[in-house]
């Protein structure tokens, strides 16, 4: 691979030449290293499972090779290896913060009307068992709405006495909105200055539609938790994922699945006693026999990653997005949702066309094999995705039949 030539890098990927993949939020389609990595080690694992899991899970220390994967994970984060727990998605992630965390019956959530299906349950499920309330608040109406300055000022407006935690997406999947995180953080930092210890806002992310294609150290973004899923934009194999928290966050949090990456809780079980200190990341990692060949590859998907560098990774996605969300701003008949400045979204582009229902332009987008989806949400959208794997090429040939479509 070439890695300055973005030709010879759509050729590490077995994505159909047939079709134009613009849908490249959803599932990665994996570059060779990252393939040669799963079948090395399915390899292994189908000729001596045993010895193979053994040596690189329960061995030595050094040999353990999850603590590799968080060792690549937190040099791409700008955290520390024993920061980062390992999940397989980021609603896995979310529900075990929410799960594990403590709030008092009067202590609420503060989160929006934007979060996707699996973080709005994940929250409602938790606080079923363990109380405390939900309070969601509007960020804005339409794309004019959207500027770092009113997402922050609505979010601190917002922000109660009783707010234990707020819980917010980086790129909102139904609209492309991308929130300033840093900014926020700055706000909620601003007001646990007057707050006693057991009142401190805790600030969730989840961060999986900025975490691959946004040129942003995750550790220095001022949130508490950040849930992502490494198998969309890291490109990474599928059901792999991570949080990210400081220790003294983790110390918070109590496991809700026994984790077989940590030796404490399991030699505490031996010797009949309570698990002794304060929970760390890898005690919250799920444990059971995971499809470690999947999760063992992200190694090289961060390594993919760091070989293309994540400022031209992330200038390349803003780049192509830019050109279909110009294009598409310029049709009478399509409506935008998703803001034009670059620091204001990352790699979705949701729109509306005028006289036909988003599932109806997918499938004439299809029939012009171009992969588009239509948005899960209660208002449908037609959304698009631009990644490293497309061209300029495959922006003009989308726009050309959405402007067909008027």
Known sequence: MDSHDWTSVRAQFNLSPDYVHISNFFLASMPLPVREALARHRKAFDENPYTYLEDHMFAKPQDMVWRKVCAAAAEYIGGKPEEVALTTSTTQGLSMIYNGLHLRADQEILTTHH?????????????????GSIRRIELYRDRSEVTVDAIVQRIGDAIRPNTRLVAMTWVHSGTGVRLPLKEIGEVIAQANRRRKADDQILYVVDGVHGFGCVDEDVASLGCDFFSAGTHKWIMAPHGTGLVW??????????PTIPTIMAAEPSNAWRQQRDPQGPTEASWVSPGGFLAFENQWATIEAFEFNRKLGRK???DRVSQLNGLLKEGLDAMPHVTLHTPLPAQLSAGIVCCEVKGHSPREVVEVLKQHKIIASATPYRHSTVRFSAGIVNSPQDIEKTLAVMRSLG
């Open 115 to 131: 979060e996707w299906y699996t973080h709005d349950e994940a929250m409602r499920l938790a606080m079923l068992k363990l109380g």
């Open 245 to 254: 928290a400081k220790a003294e966050h983790w110390a918070q949090v109590i």
């Open 312 to 314: 031209r990774i992330a």
